[in-house]
């Protein structure tokens, strides 16, 4: 498995700043490392203090929505993940893969009675709570995230 990290972290204590991107394959196995190193980056700029448990789940969720939905789990398509933090917009990731997207108003609700049981489909519904702004672009195979 080949994943390529690129980071650029520039600023001082006042106004840090910090933008880089990681290209994975479309494998579940990816997710923890992806997720590690992110967090690793984000909690030593201390932008995110006491907001990492909400960003480290969303990203999870929006890289397995990606690997899963948009590759359908084919190692052979890669995901883009890319993150920017500074204190004055906060943390912000973009989460993109090669699938042809979907429509986030078409995901039943998981809090509706008939979905309390489902073993899937909470995905999206975590993100939007867990974050403060989530966009989708690109007929869905965009996820844009920020938390402040």
């Known amino acids: ?55 480290e789940m969303a990203l999870r969720e929006a890289l397995a929505n990606a690997i899963v939905h948009g590759c359908k789990g084919d190692p052979q398509k890669k995901v883009e993940c890319t993150v920017a933090a500074d204190r004055e917009h906060g943390i912000q990731i973009m989460v993109q893969d090669p699938g042809s997207g979907f429509d986030p108003k078409s995901i039943p609700s998981p809090t509706e009675e008939s979905n309390l049981y489902s073993d899937h489909g909470r995905g999206i519904w975590l993100i939007n709570k867990l974050m403060d702004e989530v966009h989708h672009e690109s007929n869905g195979s965009v996820i844009r995230m920020r938390k402040y």
């Open 1 to 55: 498995m080949s994943t390529n990290f690129h980071a650029g972290a520039f600023g001082n204590d006042q106004n840090s700043q910090m933008r880089f991107q990681v290209v994975l394959p479309a494998d579940v196995a990816a997710i923890s490392p992806v997720v590690g190193w992110v967090m690793r980056l984000v909690g030593e700029l201390e932008i995110a203090a006491g907001k990492e448990f909400e960003i």
